[in-house]
């Protein structure tokens, strides 16, 4: 599938199958996270796939739906599809300065929270190329990410930043409207509406 034809035709899957993902299959979307750009190239994106369904209870128990006593789509999903992918961060590493002293310092205005972005980065690869194998995501970002670390057994330097359960979709929906390119694309300062006509001076 074309890179443009996935953006525009991906959606957020959020019935799943309960078939299985073959390993060929899977280990293509995995080199798809794999590769995706990260600052200074730390890779500081570290991937739980969560496959084991009495984990993937406990998983589905930190959505916030779950403690309010709710049970939502996310948690259906997460329940029901064959992996949950929770994405997770090294702290301390994405938006740092290296010396040679070892001693790391922001080295943005964005704080230490730069591995959210790099997170990002991934994820997006994952969903795009999900979809480009058959694949469904959902973005789940309403849960108690310090419950899910303990669930999952993280270090103290590894954070939650998002989850998306993973599998075959069991619905097809249909695309949700954007806004117009004039709405969220400016030229040289902001709110200044972009040129799209060829600039060539005849």
Not at 84 to 108: E, N
Request: net charge neutral; with cysteine; aromatic share 8%.
């Amino acid at each position: 599938m074309d890179v443009l034809e996935a953006i525009r035709s991906r959606r957020s899957i959020r019935r799943f199958k309960t078939q299985g993902i073959d390993p060929a299959t899977l280990e293509k979307l995995l080199e798809a996270i794999r590769w995706a750009p990260s600052w200074a190239n730390l890779q500081c994106w570290r991937f739980v796939l969560v496959r084991d369904p009495d984990l993937r209870l406990k998983v589905a128990e930190c959505l916030r739906a779950a403690r309010e006593g709710r049970r939502n789509y996310a948690y259906t999903a997460v329940c029901t599809a064959p992996i949950t992918v929770v994405a997770c961060a090294q702290r301390g590493l994405s938006g740092f300065y290296r010396p040679a002293d070892g001693i790391r310092s922001p080295a943005t205005d964005k704080g230490e929270y730069w591995y959210m972005y790099d997170v990002g980065l991934a994820m997006q690869n994952l969903t795009l190329a999900a979809h480009g194998l058959g694949l469904g995501t959902v973005h789940l970002g309403l849960f108690d990410a310090g419950e899910v670390a303990k669930v999952l057994s993280l270090p103290p330097e590894a954070v939650v930043v998002a989850m998306t359960p993973l599998g075959y979709p069991d619905e097809n929906p249909a695309g949700p409207p954007r806004k117009e390119l004039r709405e969220i694309i400016y030229e040289n300062v902001y709110g200044q509406p972009v040129r799209l006509e060829d600039d060539a001076v005849s």
